[in-house]
């Protein structure tokens, strides 16, 4: 930890990949939020996946590595990716996931097809483009890092000004249209902007893990807020977390690659949360239920003590715990948490109701 | 008379299917209509046809005599209330907001004016005090009713409803109905997508039987008889109907 800070304080090459892989997990978590809520998460595994042969082709074409053009080749192949996945399932009797499946998978074996063609040719440039499979964050340069800051910034100002209409088309796209909205235009305005942080990540983290890095802060991010906007807020400080502590954990031990680090971390946020959250979370379902199951057996205990004692013209008069054990339901932990709450005196083998137990006895 | 909605020789089908078919259908303004069927009668996409969400293959819709994109301002629209996630991460009074997005139009955020709309409709339908609750925390009822709030916010003339009382308790059912009939009193044309049969006579004045083609439109106490239900039912639901 501490070797890595005094990195991230002194190394040019950590401080860039650091930021780089901290704004595209910060992107993918602003961005990933409106695709978990459309449930869209698989289209995003298939656009990370089409995205493959838009790299392979824009090299092949210009035979330089740039990496705006990567982004734009990439893009391109992903919309196209998400197009025809659209077009397979309005037009055939096909369901999303089969269309996905083939789209994703059709579009990959070409890519990979593409990268073994480029591998053949004797060129020295050609060297490196595996990384998209699985990514290398360790190649983010300067420049890599300021036109992924760029598109982060762009998509923040898109969603800040269509926030209502992104609002309106995620929850109920129907009504959106009734309203006039052109709910056409905005999906794609939405999809396209999904596919551009898809794009941004590949490089940092590959084809083949993206999609984690898209959803899981913000499958995360639910478990903590029930407003869209505070969602948002937090998926994307668990996105940007993500790169960060992922980078850091792969540039300090054993030389991990960072991709696969950088998604583990960000599932590693998604199980906490889902253990931890408090509205949510399994730890606190479990908790409340224990604790209803609890004051539920304490009710009942006091309700048969009510039943005993109202025979009684005295309420505080003393009765034998025996009389207890014929009656289901009662515990000795019971009636000690009763006493501590001073609903009830033990006497050696008797108990009698207070004048508090009695009225809340009463009352349930 | 003057007319809510004129529609003309309506033809809708999914893929090859028909689902609507030549359709010519007037709506009265100020009239509180039933549309009735069986399953796949069509129902909702004849609603959804008038509202622009599914494009007819063949027809024309006029709303107050303008296609709807002209009038849009003037209808409002409960969906029926499955058409929604429910644990979308939103409050109610933010649901309700949503009635007022098109009155704004593009990138204009609500305001205080708009607020206080929304709030007034959740008052009327007996959900103030659930306005910053989640919405995945309201029972069916309550959810219902918030749908019916975000329509009133559209300060519309003719309103169309799916299946309102679906999966609502006796109470909410009355309410709803209470605000329905308070707005056909005041001039408003109500459109809602009906199942129970029963309660026909008593909730609406006016019904359309509809079963892919329409078998008759008009005032309840002319044709809601046992001819029609055979008509658009089939034979052994006239038994079930008291009059």
Not at chain 1, 61 to 66: E, I, N, R, Y
Not at chain 1, 255 to 277: E, K, M, N, Y
Not at chain 2, 128 to 149: H, N
Request: charged residues 20%; glycine residues 8%; hydrophobic residues 50%.
């Amino acid at each position: 930890m501490f070797e890595y800070l005094n990195l991230l304080l002194t190394d040019f090459t950590i401080q860039t990949i650091t930021l780089g892989t901290a704004i595209i997990g910060l992107t993918c978590g602003i961005l990933g939020s409106f695709a978990v809520l459309r449930k869209q998460s698989l289209l995003g595994d298939a656009i990370a996946h089409s995205a493959l042969p838009g790299i392979a082709i824009a090299f092949i074409l210009t035979g330089v590595k740039d990496t705006l053009l990567f982004i734009i080749g990439a893009s391109l192949s992903g919309i196209i990716g998400a197009i025809w996945i659209n077009s397979i399932t309005k037009n055939t009797r096909l369901k999303s996931d089969s269309a996905l499946g083939i789209i994703l998978s059709v579009f990959f074996g070409f890519g990979i097809v593409l990268l073994t063609i480029i591998q053949r040719k004797p060129n020295a440039n050609q060297a490196g483009l595996e990384r998209f499979l699985f990514g290398q964050a360790a190649t983010l340069v300067p420049s890599d890092v300021i036109v992924i800051g760029i598109i982060g910034i762009l998509s923040l100002i898109l969603i800040i000004i269509f926030w209502k209409e992104f609002k309106i088309l995620t929850f109920d796209p129907q009504f959106a249209k009734t309203l006039g909205y052109n709910i056409h235009l905005l999906d794609l305005l939405l999809t396209s902007f999904i596919v551009v942080a898809i794009v941004l990540g590949l490089q940092a983290v590959g084809v083949v893990l993206m999609s984690a890095l898209l959803l899981a802060p913000a499958a995360a991010a639910r478990q903590w807020s029930n407003k869209l906007g505070t969602m948002i807020i937090i998926s994307a400080i668990f996105g940007a977390l993500s790169g960060i502590i992922g980078t850091a954990i792969s540039s300090t031990n054993l030389r991990l690659s960072t991709g696969p680090i950088i998604v583990l971390i960000a599932v590693t946020l998604v199980l906490l949360s889902f253990v931890f959250s408090p509205s949510r979370g399994l730890l606190s379902r479990q908790l409340r239920y224990i604790k209803n199951r609890k004051s539920m057996r304490l009710n009942k205990t006091l309700q048969q003590m009510l039943e005993i004692v109202d025979s009684h013209e005295d309420f505080s008069h003393p009765h034998s715990i025996k009389l207890l054990n014929d009656l289901q339901g009662f515990r000795k932990k019971c009636l000690k948490e009763l006493e501590n709450l001073g609903l009830i005196k033990i006497q050696l083998n008797n108990w009698s109701l207070t004048e508090e137990g009695y009225k809340k006895a009463k009352s349930i | 008379m003057e007319y809510a909605v004129n529609i003309d020789d309506l033809t809708v089908a999914y893929k090859f299917k028909p689902v609507l078919w030549d359709i010519d259908l007037d709506i009265p303004e100020g009239i509180m209509m039933a549309i009735v069927g069986p399953n796949g009668a069509g129902k909702s996409t004849l609603i959804k046809a008038i509202l622009n969400i599914i494009k007819p293959i063949a027809g024309t819709i006029l709303i107050f005599g303008e296609p709807y994109q002209k009038n849009r301002h003037l209808v409002a629209y409960v969906p029926q209330k499955g058409s929604v996630d429910w644990d979308f991460p939103t409050t109610a009074l933010d649901v309700v907001l949503m009635g007022t997005y098109g009155r704004l139009g593009w990138i204009k955020r609500p305001g205080s004016k708009e607020k206080k709309a929304a709030l007034e409709a959740l008052e009327k339908v007996g959900m103030l005090e659930f306005r910053k609750r989640q919405i995945s925390q309201l029972s069916g009822g309550q959810q219902q009713r918030i749908f019916l709030a975000r329509a009133l916010v559209q300060n519309a003339k003719l309103y169309f409803m799916d299946e309102p009382f679906q999966g609502v308790d006796a109470t909410t059912e009355k309410a709803i109905i209470n605000i329905l009939k308070e707005l056909r009193s005041s001039g408003k044309t109500v459109v809602v997508v009906h199942h129970d049969l029963q309660t026909v006579p008593e909730y609406f004045d006016w019904v359309t039987f509809l079963n892919v083609k329409k078998v008759a439109t008009g005032p309840v106490k002319d044709i809601f008889n046992d001819d029609n239900l055979i008509k658009t039912y089939g034979i052994g639901y006239q038994i079930s109907i008291k009059k």
